[in-house]
């Protein structure tokens, strides 16, 4: 069963240091979520793609944090320079399309510690 | 705004026996979706059952079921005959008009043997 794909699984980096984030969503799906989960809460969406373009990125820490899908197919997620108040579990998501009728499916996360 | 909230940060349950999970939100609108999703540790998050807003028909997954109060704006998950892989967090969303999953804080289920 296809899935969405991501890396690195766990980041330790020291705060004011570069860090950056990959998704491989699942093959043919155009809609991509970058979510954030911070301990004890549920996902927070961060930013939605379809194909390349930004749809919503409402909740993006603009001057820290980066987003991109070039080529409409995988992702990169950035932050630069990272805070101690980052440290979270990067979740990616992808769908078939946007809207209610259209599940999402969820990768395992990225854990970012900053230190 | 739309908010969803979870009373329950954990439950726990003895296998085979039936557990009920709760959830109530906000909304201002009229067509929505509601999900329950569940988050095994160190594993992905999978979506378990959604019920559309306008369906009064509660939905049903196998062992997993919902009680949809539209009135009331509560939406509970029960699980019957839990299983030891059941055990994870549980987590109730939102879908409205934004298109945006709008997630509750979790509840942490534990079924013991």
């Known amino acids: 069963e296809a899935e969405v794909a991501q890396s690195p699984r766990y980041k330790i980096t020291e705060k004011s240091q570069a860090v950056a984030f990959w998704c491989d969503p699942i093959?043919?799906?155009?809609?991509l979520y970058w979510y954030r989960q911070i301990l004890g809460q549920g996902p927070e969406l961060l930013v939605q793609?379809?194909?390349?373009?930004?749809?919503?990125d409402s909740q993006l820490p603009k001057d820290r944090f980066s987003a991109e899908r070039l080529k409409g197919v995988d992702s990169t997620l950035k932050i630069q320079p990272a805070e101690l108040g980052d440290s979270a579990m990067y979740l990616c998501a992808s769908s078939l399309g946007t809207g209610r009728v259209y599940e999402q499916y969820f990768g395992p996360g990225t854990r970012l510690t900053v230190t | 705004a739309q908010t969803v909230t979870q009373s329950q940060p954990e439950m726990s349950v003895q296998e085979a026996e039936t557990v009920t999970l709760s959830c109530t939100y906000d909304?201002?609108?009229?067509?929505?979706?509601l999900f329950w999703y569940k988050q095994p540790p160190s594993r992905q998050m999978i979506l378990v059952i959604r019920?559309?807003?306008?369906?009064?028909q509660n939905a049903t997954e196998n062992r997993f079921s919902v009680n949809f109060q539209k009135a009331a704006k509560s939406f509970s998950l029960k699980i019957s005959d839990s299983q030891l892989g059941d055990t994870a967090m549980y987590f109730c969303?939102?879908?409205?008009?934004?298109?945006?999953?709008?997630f509750g804080k979790g509840t942490k289920l534990t079924v013991n043997p």
């Open positions: 019920q559309e807003a306008y369906k009064q």
């Open positions: 093959s043919g799906h155009a809609t």
């Open positions: 793609f379809q194909d390349e373009s930004v749809v919503d």
């Open positions: 909304t201002s609108e009229n067509n929505y979706y």
């Open positions: 969303a939102l879908q409205g008009g934004s298109e945006k999953l709008v």
